[in-house]
């Protein structure tokens, strides 16, 4: 509908559909419109994710109890316990996580003083007048003798802790999926194509380490080696899950998220995906790379992970 007096903005009709995988939501979204495009059963889709973590405590327990007594207790494993169960069996130190931690820090206060987080964050105008131009999360100031202060959050004698996990964040983020001929004809000029996506799956006590076979699993779909990949953005959702990730897959550090990540940016988990696809377009575009790699690990047990390759 065309624009009004009173809304001067032109309106559309569209379907809508709301799809929920736990950390990967939206990056499930983005790999839905692809699919749809490449079925040919559509042109245009806004992939989209929004969380409101804040609001987590007020909400009913829906737990199904039957789950805790045939046999699958596991699904109900709390995220932290898991990211130690991740640490145990991989060997991640506490302090290879505080010092994770400290560089998920440092890179990103580094990047968002050199303008980068900027061109990915849409202002937004708050009740009071302001204008929220940046992410309120990050801790520039973070020392690894602080986060060696910090009691274990999940276990005692642990070694997974509020320093070294995400925080918890409200966001919401977008990625405006188009087919070819549809940006062709309206003139549009594409940032990057989706070469290919992977979900895997495992226990869920590991969850963390999802990743692992998720990237193993999209490689090989997109004919590649890691080798051939310019960035590799990995979703913090703890460090001892990133680490665990790394060594496995041996990703080179000055490929993994190399402007910081959600240790420090934060984790609203249905937002993250699209999240982590604008970072990676806008790394890839910044450092003037071809091929990006994105992938999160799934609360319940999952892997997910996308290619995509910039496009000049």
């Known amino acids: 509908e065309p624009p009004t007096k009173d809304f001067p903005y032109r309106t559309?009709?569209?379907?809508?559909?709301?799809?929920?995988?736990?950390?990967?939501?939206?990056?499930?979204?983005?790999?839905?419109?692809?699919?749809?495009?490449?079925?040919?059963?559509?042109?245009?889709?806004?992939?989209?994710?929004?969380?409101?973590?804040?609001r987590y405590p007020k909400l009913e327990d829906h737990r199904n109890?039957?789950?805790?007594?045939?046999?699958?207790?596991?699904?109900?494993?709390?995220?932290?316990?898991?990211?130690?169960?991740?640490?145990?069996?991989?060997?991640?130190?506490?302090?290879?996580?505080?010092?994770?931690?400290?560089?998920?820090?440092?890179l990103t206060r580094q990047s968002r003083e050199a303008g980068f987080w900027a061109r990915e964050i849409v202002p937004v105008p708050l009740a009071d007048g302001t204008?929220?131009?940046?992410?309120?999360?990050?801790r520039p100031d973070t020392t690894l003798e602080g986060l060696s202060q910090l009691k274990p959050a999940f276990l005692d004698g642990g070694t997974v802790t509020a320093g070294n996990s995400c925080p918890l964040n409200d966001g919401a983020a977008a990625?405006?999926?188009?087919?070819?001929?549809?940006?062709?004809?309206?003139?549009?000029k594409p940032r990057a194509r989706i070469v290919a996506t992977s979900v895997s799956a495992l226990?869920?006590?590991?969850?963390?380490?999802?990743?692992?076979?998720?990237?193993?699993?999209?490689?090989?779909?997109?004919?590649?080696?890691?080798?051939?990949?310019?960035i590799v953005e990995l979703n913090e959702a703890f460090a001892a899950q990133v680490l665990a990730v790394q060594r496995e897959l041996n990703i080179?550090?000055?490929?993994?998220?190399?402007?910081?990540?959600?240790?420090?940016?934060?984790?609203?988990?249905?937002?993250?995906?699209?999240?982590?696809?604008?970072?990676?377009l806008n790394g890839l575009e910044t450092l003037d790379k071809t091929l990006g790699l994105e992938t999160m690990c799934v609360g319940g047990g999952q892997g997910m992970a996308m290619i995509v390759e910039r496009l000049n």
């Not at 109900?76 to 820090?105: C, F, P, W």
């Not at 204008?131 to 990050?138: K, L, N």
């Not at 080179?252 to 995906?273: D, Q, R």
Request: hydrophobic share 40%; proline share 5%.
């Open 12 to 54: 559309i009709t569209f379907r809508d559909y709301h799809e929920l995988r736990n950390g990967s939501t939206s990056l499930q979204t983005i790999r839905m419109a692809a699919h749809a495009i490449w079925a040919g059963e559509g042109d245009v889709f806004v992939a989209a994710g929004v969380e409101f973590v804040s």
């Open 65 to 106: 109890p039957r789950f805790l007594t045939e046999g699958a207790p596991q699904i109900y494993i709390s995220m932290g316990l898991t990211a130690e169960n991740v640490a145990r069996q991989y060997g991640v130190s506490r302090e290879d996580q505080d010092a994770y931690a400290k560089r998920s820090q440092d």
């Open 131 to 138: 204008v929220m131009r940046e992410d309120d999360s990050p």
């Open 175 to 188: 990625v405006l999926v188009m087919s070819a001929r549809r940006a062709q004809e309206l003139g549009l």
């Open 203 to 230: 226990d869920p006590a590991i969850m963390g380490v999802g990743p692992i076979e998720a990237v193993k699993k999209v490689l090989k779909q997109a004919r590649m080696s890691l080798d051939d990949i310019d």
């Open 252 to 280: 080179p550090m000055e490929k993994l998220n190399p402007f910081g990540g959600s240790i420090a940016v934060g984790h609203p988990y249905g937002m993250t995906g699209a999240r982590i696809c604008a970072t990676l």
